[in-house]
């Protein structure tokens, strides 16, 4: 659409594109405009949608899945993939009780000891993953399956029962709570802190990604682990790294998880890796790996936040729920898509 | 072209005389159409929001929400039923109907910690709440004004006696989903007023599974008298591997369906432990409505008991009357 007035010897790879051109080549507009779309339908039908006083839920909603598309966008981008992402989060937060809990410790420790445990599982996996060169979906439904089970048998076998034992009464536990679980009213509307840290994950996750040496490694590794390998990008270290990073995410919504409900109910978690990754494809990453961006993944969990509160607010039958959300993704992706070709053709 | 029209006519025709023809003497919808209509109440229309932790497509769960529909439709109460089996999803469900000025919360309790921050939340709103089906210890604290179940210890406590007083040898307890407090104290209470009870684990959301696995057990353990189930469906697909494992052991179950019934009726499955969610459902709605209405509140802070109840041959009749 823009007339380019560019000399004609000049190679048309390095021409410059002008403003729409850059603007569309970005991997997020795809899920800006389905979540503005989304929230245009819901500010429609649903009276409760358009009551600012709701915008905290909504918000909170969509940071419970977008807290760990961070990471999972993260490592999508660097070309893998990780399914045991739900039930990690849910054993942090076992872990960190059940140390506390078992050892009488202070609830710091069990704290600290969750962040150890969720970083060595990411560790372990991406290990693993470099080690045997079988792909990240075997590596991690392995995983999946091992800290599904051992949720359950650990939480069990200390506590004597399914659900974690009751840690609210030990030392370290209010302070922590303000920590991880903290809430501020702003006028009508109150904000979770899992919200703000979602924020600031993303902006972080975001800089790093678009703005430094280690993300250009994540967009080369992603896109060609053996050319990047072969000009001096530390392949094996990125990547262990990037499972490590979905690990600290994990950490940070199973503490507050736990902070927030007191208890961990040791089944919960399976399903939601699915649910982090698709917010990340809706969000404009590339299954393949080499292309995406964090704050289209959070766009993707803002839209799965709306929906699923939209759906509610709307008052409609919720059989319909995962149905509906089936076309919306489907729409979300295709508009993807859509924009991509039209940006990679200017 | 004109052949193609004879064709095609001859093919429609063809198509309804087989439509005709097709139609069942028996069964089906139309036989079932024709259920009564209660008498209404022309009390202004009120919001109810109806929360459980339903895992989607359970049929005991149809069973609460058809009672809290029934009793909407009699109340003038439009009725806004959601389910979320993860605690964190069903406290913020709580958190949206606060939001949306509901009229009045009915709320299942399964995971009361996760359930405590939002509940008190409505109840400080000024919104009534009555709890429902699991939360029997916890409901009071929150702020509640009324429970609608039963005791899930004390109703394994009843199956465990009537075991013993049949004499039953070795029994299963078959529990289909790992990590679920209120089945794991069935079986508790089961082992409480019965010795030779042993629990086996289920995924209950993989029929084939399930099947299979207690095939497997039977065939392994000769000595097993009856398989105990913690839901309707699970006791027909037990009554299957019984069949399976040519074994001789019998089939009793916690919790009723329309199937189940008919089995109890022929005599496939002996008894069942029955919790009344339809009753469930239904009084929770209609206290609420009693609350708004009349200032009333239901059970005297005591949690209103909606079962055990045992259906066998003897009772059956008088549910499947409908």
Known sequence: MTAQTAAPEADDRVVAKGRAGLLFARPEVGALIGALAVMALFLAVAPSFRSLGNTGTILYEASAIGVMAVGVSLLMVGGEFDLSTGVAATASGICAALTAWNFGLNVWIGVLAALVFSLLVGAFNGWLLMRTGLPSFLVTLGTFFVLQGANLAVTRLVG??????????????????????????????????????????????????????????????????????????????????????????????????????????????????????????????LLTGGYGSVVGAALGALIFGMTRMGINYAGWNVDWFFTFLGVMLLLATLVNLYVKKKADAR | MSRFSRVSVAATSAMAALALAACSSSGGKQTEEGGGSAGGVDTPEMTVAFITHAEPGDTFWDQVRAGAEDAAKKNNVKLEYTANPEGAGQSNLVQQAVDKKVDGIAVTLAK???????????????????????????????????????????????????????????????????????????????????????????????????????????????????????????ALIAQKSVKE???????????????????????????????????QGYQAVDSLWLRVNKGASVGGGEPSFTGPAFVDDKNVDLLLED
């Open chain 1, 160 to 285: 004597g029962t399914v659900s974690t034992p009751t840690i609210s009464d030990m030392d370290g536990y209010a302070s922590a709570q303000q920590v991880f679980a903290w809430s501020v009213s702003v006028g009508p509307v109150t904000i979770k802190s899992l919200v703000v840290y979602w924020l600031v994950m993303v902006v972080v996750g975001s800089l790093v990604l678009q703005r430094t040496q280690i993300g250009n490694w994540i967009f080369a590794v992603g896109g060609d682990a053996a050319a990047a390998r072969a000009v001096g990008v530390p392949v094996t270290r990125v990547k262990i790294g990037l499972f490590m990073t979905v690990g600290f995410c994990a950490w940070m919504l199973g503490m507050h998880l736990l902070f927030s409900y007191q208890v961990m109910q040791s089944g919960e978690g399976v399903g939601q890796e699915f649910i982090y990754i698709i917010a990340a494809v809706v969000g404009g990453c």
């Open chain 2, 112 to 234: 009361p910690e996760a359930m405590k921050g939002n509940v008190e939340k409505a109840v400080g709103a000024d919104i009534p709440v009555v709890a429902l089906n699991a939360g029997m210890n916890e409901w009071k604290d929150m702020g509640a004004l009324s429970f609608f179940g039963q005791d899930d210890e004390l109703a394994g406590e009843a199956a465990g006696e009537r075991l013993t007083e049949e004499k039953a040898g070795k029994t299963l307890c078959v529990i289909q989903e790992q990590g679920h407090v209120g089945l794991e104290a069935r079986c508790k209470g089961v082992a409480k007023t019965f010795d030779k009870s042993e629990k086996i684990y289920v995924k209950g959301t993989d029929t084939a599974n399930v099947q299979s696995t207690i095939t497997a057990k039977l065939q392994q353990d000769k000595s097993i008298t009856h398989v105990l189930t913690l839901g309707a469906p699970f």
């Open chain 2, 245 to 279: 494992a040519s074994s001789e052991a019998k089939v009793a179950t916690f919790d009723l369906n329309d199937e189940a019934l008919k089995q109890i009726k022929g005599g496939g499955i002996e008894w069942a432990v029955d919790q009344q969610p339809y009753v």
